[in-house]
């Protein structure tokens, strides 16, 4: 019923910059947040940064070095990340929680994961 499909990752040296994006599809009535996690192998998949009605949050570890932005109209979200350092290794993961079209509640959906490799 909706899908988020994720793009922009890849390998970059450490101090480089990747930018993501997240674009949600299908019968999207609304959705109240949008945001991005990561897991690294053998750690818990933490929360990296989320908007929620325009107010942005970020985990302590990417503060000041990460920007969420999102396009309401076009149902994207977007991370830029710089000064990237190799602790940052990880499959990136979009969610978003949504309102479909003939539901009666929120449902969180998750992108298929972005894989982001920083490293000399």
């Known amino acids: 019923q909706v899908q988020l499909v994720e793009s922009g990752g890849g390998l970059v040296q450490p101090g480089g910059s990747l930018r993501l994006s997240c674009a949600a599809s299908g019968s999207i009535a609304s959705i109240d947040a949008m945001g991005w996690y990561r897991q690294a192998p053998g750690n818990e998949r933490e929360l990296v940064a989320v908007?929620?009605?325009?107010?942005?949050n970020y985990a302590d570890s990417v503060k000041g070095r990460f920007t969420i932005s999102r396009d309401n109209a076009k149902n994207t979200v977007y991370l830029q990340m710089n000064s990237l350092k190799p602790e940052d290794t990880a499959v990136y993961y979009c969610?978003?929680?949504?309102?479909?079209?003939?539901?009666?509640?929120?449902?969180?959906?998750w992108g298929q994961g972005t894989q982001v490799t920083v490293s000399s």
């Open positions: 908007t929620i009605d325009g107010v942005p």
């Open positions: 969610y978003a929680n949504v309102l479909a079209m003939g539901n009666w509640r929120y449902v969180g959906y």
